[in-house]
């Protein structure tokens, strides 16, 4: 069984360029290492879970399915920036 991170997408500041709500993402590590292509070059490798991401819209409906399905999982915990908010003209101090 591949082992799960469970971790919640980060909300981007144009809504543009957001995909849906931000909500949480069970992503599938693998055992296998990626290798180079000898012709593009680009890194691949032969494990199609790890390219598996499924989508839910609460941490606690992430935990469920992983432990419904058997699978090991980390929860990586979202971190919350700290504002310094600051004038422009401390700028010149």
Not at 3 to 14: D, H, T
Request: with cysteine; glycine share 6%.
């Amino acid at each position: 069984m591949p082992r799960a991170l469970i971790f919640q997408r980060p909300s981007l500041a144009s809504p543009i360029l957001q995909r849906g709500r931000p909500g949480w993402v069970v992503q599938f590590d693998t055992d296998r290492p990626q290798h180079a292509d000898p012709l593009t070059g680009w890194a691949g490798g032969a494990d199609p879970v790890s390219q598996v991401q499924v989508q839910f819209p609460s941490r606690e409906s992430a935990i469920d399915y992983c432990r419904r399905e058997g699978h090991e999982f980390t929860v990586i915990e979202p971190t919350r920036r700290k504002l310094l908010l600051q004038s422009y003209a401390d700028n010149f101090r």
